[in-house]
């Protein structure tokens, strides 16, 4: 009872939400998912801070509040993403600014934000020590030998040297321990993301799904205006198919484009796809489309700025998200079902939690393009009232379940409960 007392004269509490990914203009689900969460946790009485690695460009935008280290890109066999060097003692400055209550690290394993934030940490006094929370975003059926490797390096070989009173020069914790021994708890953004993780380094993980902004994605409003204007071949039928996201290899889209050839040779002329983002394979995949002779069918159409992408929801008759894994859970799949629009997505860990049950039986067996195309062409042709009716019930399952005031009640909830469970101890 005194406890919670304690924590509930704690009203503003104070968060830091760290980012391991710089806040580029690039598209990126975990740059998105930290200024949702701060948005909304702020309309909750909390303060909160962003911290992530990069250049002074966001900084000034406003985007984050400290930089702490220099970004580099990592390549892997499936995606490229970013990671960072950081020094601890422009994390010890932040830390005494800040003076947070709690400290969310997103993606704690990822080089180096996470770690140099521990590190600063583990030199602070127990009671005036912040909670630490790992959020998890990332998921991965199964690993290849490189990334295994790498793995491998920092559970057990990445130290680094230290000075004590008892050796001249021994050894600091590995770079993994350091992490997993002092987070106080963990939060997966999905049931699949919590099942990987649990695997790598077992824990209590509570699950807490990727929130979104109902109010701004509706299904009225304003359409992306060449898509459905007079002038548009739509009004002879033409039925607009989106992609949206990062183009790297696990995302699909070379799959999409061989389900958009197998429509257009079964006789499907009225289909169009639209490809937005960009990424590291956007050259072979447009390289592809013109391989195939798919020019009038397949338009890539770039990195559509946040209004944009609002407008091509609602102005796509089916978004489509052919990911063949590593989805720890697709906001897409949200985003598109809170505007009232259909989607069909692949059957995968992160996105069969996200699709809701009236579109479940419409999911796509992942890296096979003949299924994709099948189910894509099932979801067109249904009947107008039942896609209406279905839309329909998308968007309130939505709104109930990742609306972002819903969803920071959440992560609010749980932070108040470590916190309690810290003064307990």
């Not at 009232?385 to 998308?394: H, L, N, P, V, Y």
Request: hydrophobic fraction near 40%; include cysteine; charge should be positive.
């Amino acid at each position: 009872m005194i406890i919670t007392i304690i924590v509930d004269i704690i009203i503003k509490m104070k968060i830091v939400l760290a980012s391991p990914y710089p806040f580029t203009e690039e598209p990126g689900g975990v740059k998105d998912f930290i200024l949702g969460l701060k948005k909304a946790l702020q309309k909750k009485n909390c303060e909160v801070k962003i911290i992530a690695p990069g250049s002074t460009d966001a900084l000034k935008k406003g985007l984050i509040d400290f930089v702490l280290g220099m970004d580099f890109k990592i390549v892997t066999d499936q995606t490229g993403f970013r990671a960072s060097l950081s020094r601890k003692t422009t994390a010890d400055k932040i830390l005494r600014e800040v003076k947070p209550d709690i400290i969310v690290i997103h993606e704690p394993f990822v080089p180096s934000v996470g770690h140099t934030l521990i590190s600063s940490l583990t030199r602070i006094k127990d009671e005036k020590r912040p909670v630490v929370v790992g959020q998890f975003h990332a998921n991965r059926e199964d690993l290849n030998w490189p990334l295994k490797t790498v793995e491998f390096v920092f559970r057990h070989l990445v130290r680094r040297p230290t000075l004590n009173g008892k050796k001249i020069l021994g050894l600091s914790s590995g770079f993994v321990s350091t992490i997993n021994n002092n987070l106080d708890g963990r939060i997966a953004v999905s049931q699949a993301t919590k099942n990987f993780w649990q695997k790598k380094f077992p824990g209590d993980y509570k699950v807490i799904y990727n929130g979104i902004d109902t109010d701004e994605l509706i299904p009225n409003g304003v359409k992306i205006d060449n898509w459905v204007n007079p002038t548009s071949p739509r009004l002879c039928g033409t039925r607009v198919i989106l992609f949206a996201g990062r183009h790297d290899p696990r995302k699909g889209i070379g799959d999409l484009i061989m389900a958009i050839k197998i429509l257009a040779q079964e006789g499907n002329s009225n289909i169009r796809l639209k490809i937005a983002g960009k990424g590291e394979i956007t050259g072979f995949l447009q390289g592809m489309v013109r391989k195939l002779n798919l020019q009038k069918y397949i338009h890539f159409v770039g990195i559509l700025p946040r209004r944009e992408l609002v407008k091509a929801y609602k102005a796509a008759d089916l978004v489509v998200v052919p990911s063949t894994g590593g989805e720890g859970f697709n906001r897409i799949i949200i985003e598109a079902r809170s505007c009232g629009t259909m989607v069909v997505c692949t059957d995968i860990g992160g996105q069969n939690e996200a699709i809701g049950k009236d579109l479940s039986s419409f999911m796509a067996k992942r890296k096979n393009p003949h299924d994709l195309a099948r189910q894509i062409l099932a979801v067109l042709n249904l009947p107008e009232a039942k896609k209406q009716e279905i839309m329909r019930r998308g968007r309130l399952e939505v709104k109930a379940l990742f609306g972002w005031d819903k969803i920071a009640s959440e992560h609010r909830n749980y932070y108040k409960k470590m916190i309690k469970d810290k003064l307990r101890e």
